[in-house]
């Protein structure tokens, strides 16, 4: 059976395939980049290392992670984090790319560089952030609304009264799946090709399937 449980390091491995495969709008990254392991260096791992307690994967009942939702309580302080002991394990596989980038991986490894883009004013009432990917085989069976329910409760217990996220615009199953679970749209002015979402951590309207 399918249970949720807290992020471990050996699951190292499979979060990082499973951002692999779903950080191109949703889908497969791995035809779109040289090198798509910048995904998980920039999306995942520094959530997973430097929040484990707010990291949480679906286990397949074997043991596997199939899914994960990760994420930070206080996005300014990690932020800070993010820069002073994250990006010094990852720049020597990452050097910084010439501004401004030039190719997709270029595009990607300059957000790695600058998580300072993460300081959105326009979010300041919603503290928290995340990030959720499931393996297409694992979607659209209620596993995603789980770990958000799971990821909320925790972010409650830490007093932590609002969450946003920002997500590509052209994702439009994964618009249409935040909608469903209560997410609102954030006014930003000028966001680029993303989209941000936000809502309360209390969970009355996740607890109904």
Partial sequence: MTRIRRY????????????????HEGGDSRPHYQDPGIFPTTFALPYATLEPDLAFVLDDGADRAVGYVLGVADTPRFVEAFRTKWLPLAAHRYPEPPDPPSTPDEEMIHLLHHPERMLVPEVTAYPAHLHIDLLPAWQGRGHGRALIRRLLRAL????????????????TPARAFYDRLGFHEIDVPDPGPVTYLGRTTKTEDLDIP
């Fill in 156 to 171: 409650q217990d830490q007093g932590v009264p609002a969450v946003h996220l920002s997500m590509v615009t052209a994702n």
């Fill in 8 to 23: 471990r390091p050996e699951d190292r491995e499979a979060v990082e395939d499973i951002c692999v495969r779903t950080a």
